[in-house]
């Protein structure tokens, strides 16, 4: 959004307030006498308290008709029952009871207690703005609409109105607000003026006026903390208003917000804070802290969540808690202080803070506005909910607190159908909020409400004809959807099981269909009830059969979306049905035949009769008519007061003038036609008479009443097809106001109209007036709201006794019909009849209803159901050639079976078989070709397919980590399972992780402790710090061996002496630092030990008390405080410890498994060897076969998941077997899988098929001896063989079952662990979660106490900074001093003894001026006087000057040097003065900066004791939340498992049964307090002992000092007497020490030394140049004389030519006298030739003296100077550039000097 320039400046909203005197304006609806009345009364002055208006004179009052008789009261308010919710700050509360809002053009007064209503009409007629009630409650405003509206103040309860406030805007109020006190009132108006205006309601005085802005402006409000402060906000603005006193009086400035990088927004709500600051809301949901007119943080949640997901409509600070209300339907409380104070640290922009408390009203709850409940010390609020209610809320967020409750609940929005019974007072109404109501308008209450998935477009209660008891509503949605709703008095129906009724009234679904994709506009039903009809946005008609159930007849196409249908009425011989379209086409549609059977494959009727009308405006030919006529009859009227006129001239004997007689015609254009473009929408119609019908239309062409009829000649082009009415009746005042919604009285002699301004207006007909010629007089009310409140529905009652009216504003009126005795009548029935319920309706099952919004309307699921159809008989014909291929191909086998049993000579070759080998190979290309198609087809399937198996994986198989396996005994029934573990997620991870670092809790909770060990720490870095900073100021600066100028042995021995110098300096420094250390740690005399100290208090707070945590005094521990971070590290670290145990437990079951695979294969390999045994032994020797042992299914899961192509094939062949016989599964068989898995068993089962034995035939007689010992020899070994292999087969299953039931006892241990490990899970999960409700409150303490911490330390670094920067300050000022001095001291050391002029020069050297600085920059006066000020501490010689000065008498002139004084003494002098000007100039800037850091230090050190008391502050409070926090953990139940011998408390020797005063203590802790009493005892007699040892070591210490200090004296004379010795005085030793060589003394020798040795080198090459220099100028004046000759030998030349000439000329005479002329031209162009030869020549001799003085001091040999000739032209002057070119080239200059033989060149000026 744009804003104009002068939104943006200040200045401009500066406006002075208007004289009251011109703020009165006429009060409509016959008010002004009264109001012009009480201004000559009172005579402008202030009105007096008990002053009130008369309420019956102002409010507005019906619009009739003059002389027509109709009552004013033919209308009467009765109820209201809608709420216009989604107007902003629609709730206001007057007392407890009584709440206030606003319905269209009334304000309503509503009862809590007993719903009762109270009306104050609008005194406007235009409407009511806003409205809002004083602080007091004792009066209310009320801002109305309309044509220079209003706002009247009225005062509570007695609904007097008290003063009306005139001309605050042109057209409609949009807020008003009091202020604290309730003096003032502020107001801002909606467009076009916007005008803020603020007024002294009680004088009905405007104070203050000007324009808000350019957009709409929502809210205004006072500040309530800084009077004469108001801020509005609106569309993409706010703004801060302010009431200045100027020197003309007091104005209004606006400061414009500015959001710079953050979005625009619109803001609806905002509170001012009281330090002047302003929160606002964003369209996002986030606050906006305004400082100064910009945004100074964008406040959000944690991890950039938004505060509210979406717009914040209010806020609200209360008892120092700012609460914001969102349209997401939640309340959240925010810490003030921290919004206060909110600051950004990066460039987001963003400050993270989360709520402190929170409600959330519901999930269809949108908050707009709030308002708080009148009883001090109240927590209720009641709230304005934009979806259509209001809520009582309990905001006081304790223990105690009640739930939300919706006091009302009332349709949210526009109200998109309406009808009434025919049988009763009742009414239906519907809107898009999803819910149909029925109301009892005659006992004014709700009876039912039902709600849907789409909201209701449309609602019609079907007539008496269909449903005699009047209890059928007939609904349609915007899905398309239409409901039958049957309406009965539940308390009729019986008792079914016991169920009780309640209500007065119940919706019933009785049948659901949908005939439209679009939202149903229009249902009706026929005149005799045998036929519904509904219209759609889809531009279709519908046709049903009425009865039990609704059949569909068909359906017909309209040219544009239905707007309306009407039938025919029973006066009309055809039965034809009348559809208006929105796009003004009228279509007539003939009754179709109920009885008439559709079997097509469409509902679509198309041969039934249809006429079209399009309508055609004539509006502009209309008034073109008009005007005519007017111009026609100003025309006649002219014409006849002419002829008066002459005729009256002619009575008088005047003769009239030709320009009377002469008729001046200027005729104007008339008015164009016009047609809309698009057409204008059609609002409503009706039948009049057969085929004729009248029709109100919108935009354009509003303002008359059209009649209309069908053509007799129906075009085949509707879209072409354009016909006119054929008369029309204008309807007066309608020209922007068209008619909406036409309804009759069912004796038709009252017309009511519903109109677009929300008004209604009745007109009284004649009986059977259908072409409407009574249409005259009229009555007319302002009802809804005449902004936006277009009248939707008008009906009357079934007895016409009530008019009931809803509009787009969301309310709902009932007025009375009758005069007010029959009205009492009616209601003293109280309340209507409900239909009873049908017979059996309680027995009948639920309809069922179409809940999917994309479900299928009726005319596509017929058409789907024809494709279906289609789609089988296409795969039965498939079918059949399938079979019909089938039975040929079995043919064709049973040929080729036939084929091959003949003889191969009489046998067909395959290829003879073929009919034709392009056959075959089309059809292989086609079969390729479709498995192409298919496998294409069947991608996206497959796909899925293979992407479902990877999510089943993912989800079932890829997080468990080990699934259950079973190991079972081989000999006995003991079995262990393996634990069922799952993955560890990655949150495990990523909270071990965190855990590992350190979460932000626990490090925010130490971190405040670490901060503050470290600030003690940290003065002494920074005095160590200081300290190294002051060595390296003070110690010299040692040049490093690189740089040096010395070099060799003088740089070697020099750097040693300073190495030593350095050496002793150190040492001395670090002896001097270690006294200065030993003293400041030297401990007072009442000075105790810290160790000590901390001791005694340590034993003092634990001395005798074993605290428990469930004591009231009990302090948590610094380590045992818990946080949510810490308690979900716990929890990480038991979570992983119970998968660590369960993983070993389960890697030994599954080695143990592992076992018994290998082991049972080892079996069976045993058991073959076994039986290859037995078969070569004689049965009688063979043992029993052990039963081989197998893997149970529970032992390998892992098995069912691996499967191969023959898997899936087997299953597939499986399932198809089953497909006839799926009920085979569900009685008891086997499943696909188990059938399956036991076929794999025994394909991988050998099969051990016993071989047969073989037969030993012997023959007693064939055997011999050998043999037979033979024989048994071998049985033996076979019997050894059978008998081991028997005893390994057992051992190693008995071996198995020992190793399996010792790891089964020891998982039976760890179960009971793993079991007590879950309850401390569970235990440690209620912690965290009862920590977590203390989070948001620890965060925001620990956050409020690191800040304090952070802002101590930052003051304390701060002022170390301040101190340490103070320190070099005073080291620089004395090290400036010192400069000082020494410059005093080399001025009086210049000046010598005995100087004359010591007084003279010293006075110049203490001589003060007045300088510009270096650096000032021109132009700037104020820096130039701040930096010429002098000093407030001068030097010592300040005064002296002064005296000086005083003592001469005279003027000290500084600038001249006095005769006789050494000039350059005086020069020295004057530039030490300088110097010293320059360092008083730094000292007092030094100074002056020393004073600064001063002062901010004591400025630091008062904020620090600021923040260490907030810091102490914090830590109480943060003490105390721990303790609140570990009650609230005491309470939590902690399971603990106790043996009997673990119980000790007994009574009377016998365990109790309760042991609820028990303590559980732990094992360790019992015992440590025990020890702890025996080492108590032994600390005490070792503290008695340490005692007395200190007393006999203080004794020692005292002797020890007197004897050192006499040692100390002796060593001290000692040293002084040696001194004397050696020096002859007491001299310094550590300066003696730190003496070293004069670097600066040797490093100037060694550079003299150095420039000598470049000095010498450097004149042996200037004397190379030289005697170069001199070849040089030998050869340059060689070439100097041959050209000298030749300008010889030209001139010779010259003076030969000018004789001829002349010669010439005497003897040509007259001859040539004709060129004279022409000769002097030649004789002046030669002349000038000779002057720049002689330039040529005066140019080689300066080159020649620059040649010759290139060398210095030696001079070429000279020469004999050549006489003066005089100047001559030269032969030509082509050689003139070539010459000067070659100077050029040689370096010369025409204008150069010769050099004099001095060789010191002069200076030249330039």
Same mark, same amino acid.
């Given at each position: 959004m744009k804003m104009d320039s002068s939104e943006k400046q200040t200045a401009e909203d500066n406006f002075q307030a208007p004289a009251a005197s011109e703020q009165v304006q006429q009060q409509p609806g016959g008010s002004s006498d009264v109001v012009e009345e009480e201004e000559e009364r009172m005579g402008m002055k202030k009105l007096s308290e008990d002053m009130y208006y008369n309420y019956d004179e102002l409010y507005s009052r019906p619009v009739i008709t003059a002389d027509s008789e109709i009552p004013e009261n033919l209308l009467h308010l009765t109820h209201s029952f809608g709420y216009d919710c989604g107007r902003r700050a629609n709730l206001q509360l007057l007392d407890e009871r009584t709440l206030a809002f606003v319905a269209g053009n009334q304000l309503i007064f509503l009862d809590v207690q007993t719903k009762e209503q109270r009306y104050l009409r609008s005194c406007s007629g235009g409407g009511i703005g806003t409205i809002m009630a004083h602080p007091s409650n004792r009066y209310f405003a009320v801002a109305e609409k309309g044509d220079q509206p209003n706002i009247v103040i009225y005062e509570?309860?007695?609904?007097?109105?008290?003063?009306?406030?005139?001309?605050?805007?042109?057209?409609?109020?949009?807020?008003?607000?009091?202020?604290?006190?309730?003096?003032?009132?502020?107001?801002?108006?909606?467009?076009?003026?916007?005008?803020?205006?603020?007024?002294?309601?009680?004088?009905?005085?405007?104070?203050?006026?000007?324009?808000?802005?350019?957009?709409?402006?929502?809210?205004?409000?006072?500040?309530?903390?800084?009077?004469?402060?108001?801020?509005?906000?609106?569309?993409?603005?706010?703004?801060?208003?302010?009431?200045?006193?100027?020197?003309?009086?007091?104005?209004?400035?606006?400061?414009?917000?500015?959001?710079?990088?953050?979005?625009?927004?619109?803001?609806?709500?905002?509170?001012?804070?009281?330090?002047?600051?302003?929160?606002?809301?964003?369209?996002?949901?986030?606050?906006?802290?305004?400082?100064?007119?910009?945004?100074?943080?964008?406040?959000?949640?944690?991890?950039?969540?938004?505060?509210?997901?979406?717009?914040?409509?209010?806020?609200?600070?209360?008892?120092?808690?700012?609460?914001?209300?969102?349209?997401?339907?939640?309340?959240?409380?925010?810490?003030?202080?921290?919004?206060?104070?909110?600051?950004?640290?990066?460039?987001?922009?963003?400050?993270?803070?989360?709520?402190?408390?929170?409600?959330?009203?519901?999930?269809?709850?949108?908050?707009?506005?709030?308002?708080?409940?009148?009883?001090?010390?109240?927590?209720?609020w009641f709230a304005q909910d934009s979806n259509g209610g209001i809520w009582k809320l309990d905001l006081s967020f304790s223990n105690i607190t009640q739930d939300p409750e919706c006091l009302f609940s009332f349709h949210a929005g526009v109200i998109q159908g309406m009808d009434v019974s025919s049988t009763s007072h009742l009414m239906a109404t519907t809107t898009l909020d999803r819910s149909v109501r029925i109301f009892d308008f005659l006992a004014k209450k709700e009876l039912t409400t039902s709600r849907y998935k789409q909201g209701g477009t449309t609602l019609t209660w079907a007539p008496r004809l269909v449903n005699p008891s009047g209890g059928l509503v007939v609904v349609g949605f915007e899905d398309g959807v239409v409901r039958l709703l049957e309406l009965y008095n539940p308390q009729s129906l019986r008792v079914v099981a016991g169920r009780s009724r309640y209500g007065d009234a119940e919706l019933r679904l009785k049948q659901a269909f949908k005939p439209h994709n679009a939202a149903v506009t229009a249902i009706a039903y026929e005149r005799n009830g045998e036929i519904l009809a509904t219209g759609s946005m889809d531009c279709t008609v519908f046709f049903f059969t009425v009865g039990d159930r609704y059949d569909p007849i068909g359906f017909v196409t309209v040219p544009g979306p239905v707007q309306g249908l009407e039938w025919s009425p029973q006066s009309h011989d055809k039965n034809t049905l009348l559809v208006l379209c929105r796009s003004g086409h009228v279509v007539e549609v003939q009754s179709p035949d109920p009885e008439a059977q559709n079997h097509g494959t469409t509902y679509h009727i198309s041969g039934l009769p249809t006429r079209n009308f399009t309508f055609s405006s004539i509006k502009s030919h209309i008034k073109r008519e008009e005007e005519i006529a007017r111009r026609q009859a100003l025309k006649e009227k002219k014409q006849k007061e002419r002829e008066a006129q002459l005729k009256k001239a002619k009575e008088e004997g005047l003769e009239p003038t030709e320009e009377e007689l002469q008729e001046v015609e200027e005729e104007e254009e008339l008015p164009p036609l016009y047609t809309p473009d698009p057409p204008s929408p059609l609002c409503c119609g009706f039948y009049s008479q057969p085929g004729a019908f009248w029709l109100s239309m919108g935009g354009y062409d509003s303002g008359f009443l059209y009649h209309c009829k069908f053509s007799e000649q129906q075009g085949e082009d509707l879209l072409q097809l354009r016909d006119e009415p054929f008369t029309f009746l204008p309807v007066q005042n309608t020209d922007e106001d068209p008619i909406c919604t036409i309804t009759f009285s069912s004796s038709r002699q009252l017309l009511l109209c519903g109109m677009q301004s929300g008004s209604v207006r009745a007109y009284p007909l004649q009986p059977s007036d259908f072409h409407l010629t009574s249409m005259q007089a009229f009555w007319a009310l302002s009802v809804h709201d005449n902004q936006y409140g277009q009248l939707r529905q008008l009906r009357c009652s079934f007895d016409d006794q009530f008019v009931l009216t809803t509009g787009e504003d969301g309310n709902i009126f009932s007025f009375s019909l009758?005069?007010?005795?029959?009205?009492?009548?009616?209601?003293?029935?109280?309340?209507?009849?409900?239909?009873?319920?049908?017979?059996?309706?309680?027995?009948?099952?639920?309809?069922?209803?179409?809940?999917?919004?994309?479900?299928?309307?009726?005319?596509?699921?017929?058409?789907?159901?024809?494709?279906?159809?289609?789609?089988?008989?296409?795969?039965? &014909?498939?079918? @059949?050639? %399938? +079979?019909? !291929? =089938?039975?040929?191909?079995?043919?064709?086998?049973?040929? #080729?079976? *036939?084929? /091959?049993?003949?003889?191969?000579?009489?046998?067909?070759?395959?290829?003879?078989?073929?009919?034709?080998?392009?056959?075959?190979?089309?059809?292989?290309?086609?079969?390729?070709? &479709?498995?192409? @198609?298919? %496998? +294409?087809? !069947? =991608?996206?399937?497959?796909?899925?397919?293979?992407?479902? #198996?990877? *999510?089943? /994986?993912?989800?079932?198989?890829?997080?468990?980590?080990?699934?259950?396996?079973?190991?079972?005994?081989?000999?006995?029934?003991?079995?262990?399972?393996?634990?069922?573990?799952?993955?560890?997620?990655?949150?495990?991870?990523? !909270?071990?992780?965190?855990?590992?670092?350190?979460?932000?809790?626990?490090?925010?909770?130490?971190?405040?402790?670490?901060?503050?060990?470290?600030?003690?720490?940290?003065?002494?870095?920074?005095?160590?710090?200081?300290?190294?900073?002051?060595?390296?100021?003070?110690?010299?600066?040692?040049?490093?061996?690189?740089?040096?100028?010395?070099?060799?042995?003088?740089?070697?021995?020099?750097?040693?002496?300073?190495?030593?110098?350095?050496?002793?300096?150190?040492?001395?420094?670090?002896?001097?630092?270690?006294?200065?250390?030993?003293?400041?740690?030297?401990p007072n005399e009442n000075c105790e030990d810290p160790e000590d100290v901390r001791a005694i208090r340590l034993a003092t707070e634990n001395m005798g008390d074993f605290k428990l945590k469930t004591a009231k005094d009990f302090t948590v521990p610094e380590h045992l405080r818990m946080n949510a971070e810490k308690k979900r590290a716990q929890l990480v670290h038991l979570e992983e410890k119970i998968h660590e145990r369960k993983t070993q437990m389960n890697s030994r079951i599954m080695a143990l498994r592992d076992t018994k695979v290998s082991l049972v294969s080892s079996l069976r390999s045993q058991a073959q060897q076994l039986q290859a045994v037995q078969e070569r032994l004689v049965p009688h020797f063979c043992s029993p076969v052990p039963t081989l042992p197998s893997l149970l299914p529970e032992e390998t899961p892992e098995r069912k998941l691996r499967y191969t192509r023959t898997t899936l094939q087997r299953y597939g062949a499986l399932r198809a077997q089953r497909a006839c016989t799926r009920d085979q599964e569900l009685e008891g068989g086997q499943t696909l899988l188990e059938q399956l898995e036991a076929e794999i068993e025994e394909e991988e089962t050998p099969c051990h098929t016993p071989a047969d034995r073989r037969e030993r035939e012997v023959e007693e007689s064939g055997v011999t001896e050998l043999e037979e010992e033979m024989r048994e020899v071998e049985e033996i070994r076979l019997l050894y063989e059978e008998e081991s292999l028997l005893e390994q087969m057992s051992s190693s299953m008995w071996q198995f079952d020992a190793e399996l039931c010792l790891l089964r006892h020891e998982k039976l241990w760890l179960d009971i662990q793993m079991k007590l490990a879950?309850?401390?899970?569970?235990?440690?999960?209620?912690?965290?979660?009862?920590?977590?409700?203390?989070?948001?409150?620890?965060?925001?303490?620990?956050?409020?106490?690191?800040?304090?911490?952070?802002?101590?330390?930052?003051?304390?670094?701060?002022?170390?900074?301040?101190?340490?920067?103070?320190?070099?300050?005073?080291?620089?000022?004395?090290?400036?001093?010192?400069?000082?001095?020494?410059?005093?001291?080399?001025?009086?050391?210049?000046?010598?003894?005995?100087?004359?002029?010591?007084?003279?020069?010293?006075?110049?050297?203490?001589?003060?001026?007045?300088?510009?600085?270096?650096?000032?920059?021109?132009?700037?006066?104020?820096?130039?006087?701040?930096?010429?000020?002098?000093?407030?501490?001068?030097?010592?010689?300040?005064?002296?000057e002064d005296d000086s000065g005083s003592e001469s008498g005279g003027p000290l002139d500084d600038s001249v040097c006095p005769p006789n004084c050494n000039s350059e003494l005086f020069e020295n002098t004057v530039q030490l003065r300088e110097r010293r000007l320059d360092l008083e100039e730094l000292l007092v800037e030094e100074r002056k900066t020393a004073d600064n850091l001063r002062k901010e230090g004591d400025s630091l050190v008062k904020k620090e004791k600021m923040v260490h008391g907030s810091l102490k502050a914090a830590e109480g409070d943060l003490e105390l939340f721990n303790r609140e926090k570990q009650q609230k953990l005491n309470e939590l139940d902690v399971v603990v498992l106790l043996r009997l011998h673990q119980i000790e408390f007994v009574s009377n020797g016998v365990v109790p049964c309760s042991l609820a005063p028990a303590l559980v203590l732990n094992t360790v802790a019992l015992g440590g307090l025990q020890e702890r009493i025996k080492e108590l005892q032994v600390e005490k007699s070792e503290q008695r002992d340490l005692y007395r040892q200190a007393r006999q070591q203080h004794v020692q210490l005292i002797h020890d000092r007197k004897d050192?200090?006499?040692?100390?004296?002796?060593?001290?004379?000692?040293?002084?007497?040696?001194?004397?010795?050696?020096?002859?005085?007491?001299?310094?030793?550590?300066?003696?020490?730190?003496?070293?060589?004069?670097?600066?003394?040797?490093?100037?020798?060694?550079?003299?030394?150095?420039?000598?040795?470049?000095?010498?080198?450097?004149?042996?090459?200037?004397?190379?140049?030289?005697?170069?220099?001199?070849?040089?100028?030998?050869?340059?004046?060689?070439?100097?004389?041959?050209?000298?000759?030749?300008?010889?030998?030209?001139?010779?030349?010259?003076?030969?030519?000018?004789?001829?000439?002349?010669?010439?000329?005497?003897?040509?005479?007259?001859?040539?006298?004709?060129?004279?002329?022409?000769?002097?031209?030649?004789?002046?162009?030669?002349?000038?030739?000779?002057?720049?030869?002689?330039?040529?020549?005066?140019?080689?001799?300066?080159?020649?003296?620059?040649?010759?003085?290139?060398?210095?001091?030696?001079?070429?040999?000279?020469?004999?100077?050549?006489?003066?000739?005089?100047?001559?032209?030269?032969?030509?002057?082509?050689?003139?550039?070539?010459?000067?070119?070659?100077?050029?080239?040689?370096?010369?200059?025409?204008?150069?000097?010769?050099?004099?033989?001095?060789?010191?060149?002069?200076?030249?000026?330039?």
């Open positions: 509570y309860p007695s609904l007097r109105p008290y003063r009306i406030l005139r001309g605050g805007t042109g057209q409609a109020y949009s807020f008003v607000d009091f202020n604290r006190e309730g003096t003032l009132l502020a107001s801002v108006g909606s467009a076009p003026d916007y005008m803020l205006t603020l007024w002294e309601w009680r004088h009905e005085q405007v104070m203050l006026r000007c324009k808000a802005f350019s957009q709409d402006v929502y809210r205004v409000t006072f500040s309530p903390d800084n009077p004469g402060q108001l801020t509005t906000s609106g569309s993409g603005h706010i703004k801060f208003w302010k009431m200045a006193s100027t020197f003309t009086g007091l104005k209004l400035q606006g400061l414009l917000g500015r959001f710079g990088k953050t979005a625009l927004t619109d803001i609806e709500g905002y509170v001012e804070l009281p330090d002047g600051k302003v929160v606002s809301g964003s369209e996002w949901g986030n606050m906006l802290l305004w400082d100064g007119g910009l945004i100074k943080v964008e406040i959000c949640r944690k991890g950039g969540r938004t505060c509210h997901a979406g717009t914040i409509q209010q806020f609200a600070l209360d008892e120092g808690e700012l609460m914001t209300i969102g349209t997401d339907g939640a309340i959240r409380g925010w810490d003030f202080e921290s919004i206060d104070t909110a600051d950004c640290n990066d460039d987001s922009g963003l400050f993270e803070i989360e709520p402190m408390k929170e409600m959330v009203i519901g999930r269809n709850v949108s908050l707009s506005s709030m308002v708080k409940s009148c009883l001090p010390d109240s927590f209720i009758l005069p007010q005795e029959d009205l009492l009548k009616a209601l003293q029935r109280s309340k209507a009849k409900v239909p009873s319920p049908r017979v059996g309706v309680e027995m009948e099952g639920v309809a069922q209803d179409i809940e999917d919004p994309s479900a299928y309307s009726i005319e596509t699921a017929k058409q789907k159901l024809e494709m279906d159809r289609m789609r089988r008989e296409a795969e039965m &014909r498939k079918v @059949e050639r %399938r +079979k019909m !291929l =089938a039975e040929l191909q079995n043919q064709f086998k049973q040929l #080729l079976e *036939k084929n /091959q049993g003949l003889p191969e000579h009489v046998r067909l070759h395959r290829t003879e078989l073929e009919l034709d080998w392009r056959f075959r190979e089309e059809t292989e290309r086609m079969t390729a070709q &479709r498995v192409r @198609e298919a %496998r +294409k087809e !069947l =991608a996206w399937e497959e796909e899925r397919h293979r992407i479902g #198996l990877q *999510k089943l /994986q993912e989800r079932f198989w890829d997080s468990l980590e080990s699934d259950t396996v079973t190991v079972v005994a081989f000999q006995s029934d003991h079995r262990i399972s393996t634990y069922r573990l799952l993955a560890l997620s990655q949150r495990f991870h990523e !909270l071990k992780q965190r855990g590992r670092v350190g979460g932000p809790g626990a490090v925010g909770q130490e971190r405040w402790r670490n901060k503050a060990e470290a600030g003690k720490d940290n003065s002494n870095i920074t005095a160590d710090q200081e300290d190294l900073g002051e060595e390296a100021v003070m110690a010299p600066h040692v040049v490093r061996p690189g740089g040096s100028k010395l070099a060799g042995r003088q740089a070697e021995k020099l750097r040693k002496a300073t190495e030593k110098a350095e050496r002793a300096r150190a040492k001395i420094e670090k002896r001097r630092k270690e006294w200065a250390e030993l003293y400041a740690a030297k879950d309850l401390r899970h569970v235990t440690l999960f209620q912690e965290l979660l009862l920590l977590k409700e203390f989070e948001k409150r620890e965060n925001s303490l620990q956050e409020r106490l690191n800040a304090c911490v952070e802002e101590e330390e930052y003051l304390r670094s701060k002022l170390e900074e301040c101190k340490q920067a103070l320190e070099l300050k005073r080291r620089d000022i004395s090290k400036l001093q010192e400069r000082e001095r020494a410059i005093a001291a080399t001025f009086q050391a210049s000046l010598g003894e005995n100087n004359k002029f010591a007084d003279f020069l010293t006075r110049v050297f203490k001589k003060k001026i007045k300088r510009v600085k270096k650096k000032e920059k021109a132009g700037d006066d104020e820096e130039q006087e701040d930096r010429d000020e002098d000093s407030d501490e001068e030097s010592d010689w300040d005064d002296d050192m200090e006499a040692k100390i004296q002796s060593l001290e004379a000692r040293c002084e007497q040696l001194m004397l010795m050696k020096f002859g005085k007491l001299v310094d030793l550590e300066a003696l020490q730190t003496l070293s060589g004069n670097r600066n003394l040797e490093e100037m020798r060694q550079e003299s030394r150095v420039r000598e040795a470049a000095y010498t080198q450097e004149l042996r090459q200037w004397e190379v140049k030289v005697t170069e220099a001199r070849h040089a100028v030998t050869e340059v004046t060689r070439h100097h004389t041959e050209r000298l000759l030749r300008m010889n030998s030209l001139l010779i030349q010259k003076k030969e030519m000018e004789d001829k000439l002349n010669t010439r000329q005497s003897k040509m005479g007259t001859q040539f006298q004709g060129r004279r002329h022409a000769e002097e031209d030649e004789r002046r162009r030669l002349y000038q030739l000779v002057q720049s030869q002689a330039q040529e020549a005066n140019a080689l001799r300066q080159e020649i003296n620059i040649l010759s003085r290139k060398g210095g001091h030696i001079l070429p040999p000279s020469q004999a100077t050549l006489p003066h000739l005089p100047d001559a032209p030269s032969r030509s002057t082509r050689t003139n550039p070539e010459r000067l070119r070659h100077f050029k080239l040689g370096g010369g200059h025409p204008s150069i000097h010769q050099q004099p033989r001095g060789g010191i060149e002069p200076k030249h000026s330039h």
